[in-house]
């Protein structure tokens, strides 16, 4: 029943098919015309006479046109077929609100053959004998009654084609209610997703995939303008944490071409007015034909920008590319992305405020950590090389950065139970007395129970309790031993005694750091996790070593540790060890090591 080249139907097939069923149970043959007045559907199965005549005639198919033609102009009485009064036809126009969407034809008989028919069948060339034959068993209809069945006729098709279009409506408002429950929900649950516990990096990626299923965007790009850290004490985790772009599914990853992108919609970070309000998107659905955008004509057509703004700052932009659909964006879609913009700001917002806080408080850790490495002079730096020692090494066993980072802070509290060790013992010049190295021996029991009392940091106590175990059990406080030491006092422990063997002080000569390697390895097993040392032998501490002595301040610089550096002895100047010396600075390391057992 399908027409090829057939254009826009004034109707559905379905039903046009069952019309013309019904239509052909009474005698009558139907076809439906499209607004150009192209033949759509017909009935092939109809009267026999009909179909007879629309294959063997041509001038029968043009009389038939030429009444179409007559509807679609909206001839009040178009002329009659010149084949007589026999046959009857009607053309009758199917509308949409006023307008002629096509055209329904029906033909049925009509009386007794005339002369006209007559002369209509020799100028055809066609039997009218056997035309008058074949429609001899049809029902008959007056004019009167067509004229009444031909507005029931027309009736029916505009009530078919209503339904139709009322499905059709349906099931678009439908598909619409859905979109838009889709784009609701995504609206609100950014709140929850947008969590400051996660990296900004991963939530961005997540919102950047839950938007490109609902919205038909091919790319979307989140440009993050991030200032620069505040006062030096920025965790490098939080670093990490602050990318500069975001890209999801098809959208360039080169960060020159993305802020090229941000710039020419004017959504760059250095493009806010000077005065007045940003538009709050930027849309160009023919970016290929615009000539500031002549540079990436080859891969963009479609781009929305949205500045992400905060009190007169621009924290980023929001930026959708190009369609998966091959259409524009619409307004209702670009509210929708606007939505989503304002939520990116406030999280972005929120997460400013929290790296401002963050960096204050690291900033006062680091001010009470120096403040307790302080008190003896020789252990001046030690806390932060140790922090930044373990978070090697944490890096180096393949730790996630946010546990690198939690490595990082529990280096840098290790020792801060010395706070309750007395000056007198901490700070004494000469040798300890037994009881003063007990006393000082308290000092991860005194940490652990400071830090007890704060519920963020209960993930490190055991990195500030068990730095002094020791893996063959003859450590302190709990003689615990091999994997019953847990895996952060096993790390601070190495890092610590790494950094007490080769810190240089003017009276005294550390342990070269050959030296110090050697007493790792000899040691492994023993004394630290064979496993770490073996990665940190690995991590090339040679080049680690310079970089903290290198750079003075929060995470290194220069300083000893007070109990080595005393039974160590000597006074030689750095780099001046001789190699009678040495002997005596690897056994002064021994010495205390085996002493500190006790
Ligand atoms: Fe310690
Ligand atoms: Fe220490």
């Known amino acids: ?199 900004p990096h991963d939530m961005l990626q997540r919102l950047g995939r839950e938007m490109l299923t609902v919205c038909k965007a091919a790319g979307i790009v989140f440009v ?17 944490r602050a990318p500069r772009c975001v890209c999801v599914g098809q959208a360039p990853e080169d960060p020159a071409t993305l802020r090229r992108l941000a710039e020419t919609m004017g959504v760059g970070v250095g493009s806010l007015p000077l005065e007045g309000a940003a538009p709050s998107y930027v849309l160009r659905n023919n970016a290929d034909e615009l000539p500031e955008f002549s540079w990436a004509a080859d891969w963009l057509d479609h781009i929305v920008a949205l500045p992400l703004d905060r009190d007169g700052r621009r924290l980023g932009a929001m930026i959708a590319l190009n369609r998966t659909d091959g259409g524009d964006y619409s307004s209702i879609e670009v509210k929708f992305l606007r939505a989503l913009a304002d939520r990116v700001t406030s999280f972005l917002e929120s997460q400013h405020l929290y790296d401002e806080l963050a960096d204050l408080l690291m900033g006062l850790l680091h001010a009470l950590i120096s403040s307790i490495d302080a008190k003896d002079p020789y252990t001046c730096g030690h806390s932060q090389r140790v922090a930044a020692m373990s978070r090697r090494l944490a890096q180096a066993a393949g730790f996630e950065p946010a546990e690198c980072h939690r490595v990082y802070l529990a280096g840098l509290l290790h020792d801060v139970g010395k706070i309750g060790i007395p000056d007198a013992i901490l700070c004494k010049p000469g040798k300890l007395t037994e009881e003063e190295f007990r006393i000082l021996r308290k000092h991860p029991e005194i940490g652990a129970r400071i830090l007890s009392q704060i519920r963020q940091v209960q993930d490190l106590l055991p990195g500030v309790l068990y730095h002094h175990e020791r893996m063959d059990g003859r450590g302190y406080p709990h003689r615990l031993a091999g994997k019953d030491i847990p895996l952060l006092g096993r790390i601070i422990c190495l890092a610590d005694c790494f950094d007490a063997m080769t810190t240089n002080r003017t009276y005294r000569s550390a342990l ?36 903290l002595n290198g750079a003075p301040g929060s995470e290194a610089g220069g300083g000893a540790r007070a109990d080595a550096v005393r039974e160590l002895g000597g006074h030689e100047s750095v780099g001046s060890v001789s190699p009678q010396s040495l002997g005596a600075v690897v056994k002064g390391w021994q010495r205390l090591q085996r002493r500190q057992l006790h």
């Open 512 to 547: 070269p750091i050959d030296l110090a390697l050697a007493e790792v390895r000899r040691c492994a097993g023993t004394q630290f996790d064979p496993e770490l040392a073996e990665k940190f032998l690995e991590m090339d501490p040679k080049t680690l070593l310079a970089e």
């Open 224 to 240: 993050q303008h991030v200032e620069p850290a505040s006062g030096g004490f920025a965790a490098p985790a939080r670093e990490v």
């Open 1 to 199: 029943m399908r027409l090829p080249s057939v254009a826009i139907a004034p109707i559905g097939e379905s039903s046009a098919r069952r019309l013309m069923v019904h239509w052909r149970g009474a005698g009558v043959w139907l076809a439906f015309w499209n607004a150009r007045g192209r033949l759509v559907w017909h009935d092939r199965q109809g009267p026999r006479v009909w179909t007879r005549l629309l294959v063997h005639s041509g001038l029968v198919r043009s009389e038939i046109r030429r009444a179409v033609r007559g509807a679609l102009a909206r001839e009040a009485s178009p002329a009659p077929p010149t084949w007589g009064s026999f046959l009857g036809l009607a053309a009758l126009p199917i509308l949409q609100r006023k307008r002629i969407v096509g055209v329904v034809t029906a033909a049925w008989r009509q009386g007794e053959p005339d002369e006209d028919f007559q002369r209509f069948c020799d100028r055809a060339r066609l039997d009218a004998q056997a035309i008058v034959q074949a429609a001899a068993v049809l029902p008959s209809y007056g004019a009167d009654w067509a004229t009444q069945w031909g507005a029931m006729l027309q009736f029916m098709v505009q009530q078919a084609r209503e339904s139709e279009e009322n499905a059709r409506q349906i099931e678009s408002f439908t598909r619409n209610l859905g979109d838009t429950y889709e784009e609701l929900n995504l609206v609100y649950s950014v709140g929850g997703m947008l969590s400051l516990d996660d990296a």
